[in-house]
């Protein structure tokens, strides 16, 4: 397994990124407990606490086994036009696509489509999930996790990242994100709380310090260097 940079420069700050090791989150438990305890006794005032979106989503109970998934006449039709991309499966699956039906409504999917297949005649992209939202594009395709046993699950994006965030902030007292994040360049923060700068949070996630395969390691602590010498 590769070795992450701890650090990261953007703007002419550094900033050390700090991961964290937790149990395999089950179904059921508190994430922003989760947070609190493994991030309690190495954060410290002016920090950001990130938290990734897929291990949210498993706490929430949105994690769904792929056999469980009944598949629909509409999704099996619709699927093979999702475009091919070079980081994951996305909605080029019955499964996914079932999912991003039965999240976002039969109608919304079908107008996404639509917008989407305009826009690619016209040499657009992006048009799909503009239309289909937010909560189609954070759907992960089973075997996108490597971690059993999730790894055959279709792990829906997690509800209500802003409150999420908002509520480890009141229980930390760190600024935190809900983000997702990937191992090719891809940074979004789903939620934020209202001290963060979301497009420079991005950038300084953007090489995914966090890792993307078994580390185990769902949080980080972000922290800008000149507060680790001052703090040390």
Excluded at 104 to 112: H, K, T, V
């Amino acid at each position: 397994m590769a070795k992450r940079e701890p650090y990261r420069t953007v703007e002419g700050v550094t900033w050390v990124r700090l991961p964290q090791k937790t149990h395999i989150i089950q179904p059921g438990e508190d994430i922003v407990e989760i947070v609190d305890r493994y991030t309690r006794d190495l954060r410290r005032p002016g920090d950001i606490l990130v938290v990734a979106e897929s291990p949210t989503a498993i706490s929430q109970g949105r994690a769904i086994p792929e056999k469980d998934i009944r598949i629909g006449l509409l999704a099996r039709l619709l699927w093979r036009g999702v475009r091919k991309v070079p980081y994951g499966i996305g909605l080029r699956s019955p499964a996914t696509m079932q999912c991003a039906i039965d999240e976002c409504g039969a109608l919304r999917i079908l107008a996404a489509c639509a917008v989407g297949f305009v826009g690619k005649m016209l040499g657009r992209r992006g048009d799909f999930y503009r239309i289909a939202g937010k909560q189609a594009a954070t759907i992960d395709a089973a075997h996108t996790c490597p971690v059993p046993p999730y790894d055959q699950c279709v792990i829906l994006g997690p509800k209500d990242p802003e409150g999420v965030a908002r509520r480890i902030w009141q229980r930390t007292g760190c600024d935190a994100a809900v983000m997702d994040i990937n191992d090719i360049g891809g940074s979004w923060a789903l939620g934020a709380s209202e001290g963060i700068d979301r497009p420079l949070l991005e950038e300084v996630m953007r090489d995914n310090p966090m890792g993307q395969k078994n580390e185990c390691t769902p949080l980080a602590i972000v922290r800008r260097v000149e507060t680790e010498k001052t703090s040390s």
